[in-house]
């Protein structure tokens, strides 16, 4: 039966659109299994849900890989929240400098990112770190990073009260919002302000490549120059006054 499921779910995939060959490049054939494994194990294990498949590379792959443009050659990414590994296991595969944390505390969802890591031959690179951002286990292990990313975690309030403890000095979040990003960060500049965060833009990611282009909350930790303190290289930055 969980084979006939996975077969009904491997042909309702969305077929692989154009903008994967330019954001995956050689790792175009990885990122194909990875949209397998969501639309099949995933689905199966409640971690996405059944009617994703037909739109797994348009809503879940491309909009994760767009934002690979924002880390500097060879940074370390936290992962935040990860789920089923969005947005880390695209950034990993288009991205292969980098090295990614995916952080993520519920145990059905670690045993899912353990064995995706292991198919798509990323162990040398990704770590999977089981719990939760605020967790002190989890600071020790993840903490100092240049960079930190979450995709649909918690609201902007909450995301850098998390999040900004993990970053060395003038590291840099980058937190994928949606549509929703201006609004959100209009409203909660003054809780960045208060949770150490200065700087704070709205940058967008995968311009001309993916449609819609993918708004991210770009902002730095108060704190000296530290290793990420350049802007980002992402096209189109936007500052949200
Ligand atoms: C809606 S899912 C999004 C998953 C994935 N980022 C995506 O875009 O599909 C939110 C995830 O955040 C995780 N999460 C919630 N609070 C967290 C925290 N404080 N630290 C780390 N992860 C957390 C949940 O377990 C869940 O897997």
């Given at each position: 039966?969980?084979?006939?499921?996975?077969a009904t779910?491997?042909?309702?995939?969305?077929?692989v659109p154009p903008a994967a060959s330019v954001l995956f490049g050689a790792a175009l054939e990885p990122a194909r299994r990875y949209a397998e494994l969501l639309a099949t194990v995933g689905a199966e294990r409640g971690l996405i849900g059944p009617a994703e498949a037909v739109r797994i590379w348009s809503r879940h792959l491309l909009n994760s890989a767009a934002v690979a443009e924002l880390f500097a050659p060879g940074s370390r990414v936290v992962d935040v929240g990860s789920g089923a590994g969005l947005p880390g296991v695209p950034i990993a595969l288009c991205r292969p400098d980098l090295a990614i944390?995916?952080?993520?505390?519920?145990?059905r969802r670690v045993t899912f990112l353990?064995?995706?890591?292991a198919e798509l031959g990323l162990a040398d690179r990704v770590r999977?770190?089981?719990?939760r951002a605020e967790d002190d286990a989890v600071r020790s292990a993840v903490g100092d990073a240049p960079w930190v990313?979450?995709?649909?975690?918690a609201p902007l309030d909450r995301l850098v009260r998390w999040c900004l403890p993990l970053l060395a000095p003038g590291g840099r979040l980058a937190l994928v919002k949606g549509a929703s990003a201006a609004a959100e960060l209009a409203r909660h500049r003054s809780a960045v302000r208060r949770a150490g965060g200065i700087d704070p833009e709205v940058v967008h990611c995968g311009q001309g490549v993916v449609e819609p282009d993918v708004p991210v909350v770009v902002l730095r930790s108060a704190g000296g120059s530290g290793p990420a303190s350049r802007r980002p290289a992402?096209?189109?930055?936007e500052e949200v006054r």
């Open positions: 039966v969980a084979d006939a499921a996975q779910q491997r042909s309702s995939l969305e077929a944390d995916l952080v993520e505390p519920l145990a353990t064995e995706a890591v999977v770190v089981r719990g990313t979450a995709r649909a975690v992402g096209r189109g930055g």
